[in-house]
């Protein structure tokens, strides 16, 4: 093995009757090209866990459940809870490259949920995010009212009642708005379909309002704070550093950030070209000074060159180095505040999105240059800003006028 590993690593592959497996196991790991330290953990993990998995020494068959029941008994701590789930993420990868993963039967609510995707293809046209959503509320429905002892046709307007009444406590009115459009889609196809035997789809909606949810923007000294907080001393560092100056000082999307690619900053002309996903129109961008000695020392110090032949700019910091996803922004922006014991660390990234938004407006910019700035569609989406900016909304009001006589009850 051309693998540096800690000797008592090799101690234990040497004692365990599972060394062939760890060994197949490393080889494996390493041409998928992780890191030696990031093999020798994987290993130390899974000859923990081996015994519970599998006793003999021949290479194992394993159900899909099974590993997921052994690996998650580890909890305690939470970072060892979090450890032993990416071992069994990457040892579920080996075993079904080798075909040595047994797949859990498949859900007969699974055949209905991909007809009826297929039905959003054919007949609505709907986008592969708007489909993922509606499946996301069809599996949650059926697996609540559809059981091997009641099936589908037995669905009345309790059921459906009750249903929406749960998701009411887990979920907001915006998000129970759009479930609720979601059952009525189906509702409407499976008595079409013949699935159910009356029409169910005249459901009531909650009811949410224009503007009752302003964007919420940081403080910019608070801003300044988790930026000069994150330790510039590591990959990650370096990464999450630029991502989220990229965000606070040029209102990005996390989308449009982990979309850039190398190819997307003109050096010489100091431009960043951004294509804005949500209204599909590229957009470019001035450079500062400060933000190109930032990108150029990332790709120098932070970034995987020499591990990645990836055109994209933002990597994982670890291996594999592929690109990050946008739903990565969100996990780094709550790390960087809890690290910088910022008050709002469980809040969304996009309040450094709205805090860019604010300090547009607060220094007089238009609110169709904002608008284009930040890729909306129309004025609606940047005129929510206008509610937040106190010190103009102080200035239009009229003073109370006093009454000219005594006191009045």
Sequence with gaps: MNVDLRPSTRRMIEGSPAANEACAFIEWLRTERYTDYTIDCHIR??????????????????????????????????????????????????????????AEPRPASEDL???????????????????????????????RVVSPRRSLQK????????????????????????????????LRYAHDEGLVRERLDGLDTPRTYRGELPPRALPWPSVLRLL????????????????????AYYGLRPSEVVALRLDSIDWEQELLHVYQSKTRSPLTLPLDARTLRLLRGYLQHGRADSTSASSMIFLRARCPYIPLERTAVSDIFRKRMREARLPDCGKHVYRLRHTFAMRLLSRGVGMKAIGDVLGH?????????????????????????????????
Excluded at 115 to 127: A, K, P
Excluded at 169 to 181: C, F, G, N, Y
């Design 228 to 247: 000069r907080s994150i330790d510039r001393t590591s990959r990650a560092g370096w990464r999450d550093l630029c991502i989220l100056h990229l965000i």
């Design 155 to 186: 669905l009345s307007r309790d059921d459906l009642e009750r249903f929406i009444l749960d998701r009411s406590q887990e979920v907001s009115r915006h998000t129970l708005q759009h479930e609720v459009a979601h059952l009525r889609a189906f």
């Design 113 to 143: 949920i991909d007809r009826y995707d297929q039905y959003l293809i054919e007949v609505r046209g709907l986008s592969v995010s708007a489909r993922t959503h509606h499946r996301i509320t069809l599996r949650a429905l059926l697996a």
């Design 45 to 102: 993990r899974l000859l923990l866990v081996m015994p519970r998995l599998w006793p003999g020494s021949s290479p194992p068959i394993l159900r899909e459940a099974a590993l997921v029941a052994v690996m998650d008994r580890e909890r305690h701590p939470r970072s060892r809870f979090f450890g032993f789930a990416g071992t069994r993420r990457v040892y579920t990868r080996y075993l079904r490259a080798q075909g040595r993963l047994v």
């Design 377 to 409: 569609h129309s004025f609606y989406g940047t005129s929510a800003y206008l509610r937040l900016d106190m010190a103009m909304l102080r200035g239009v009001a009229l003073a109370v006028p006093r009454p000219l006589g005594g006191n009045h009850a």
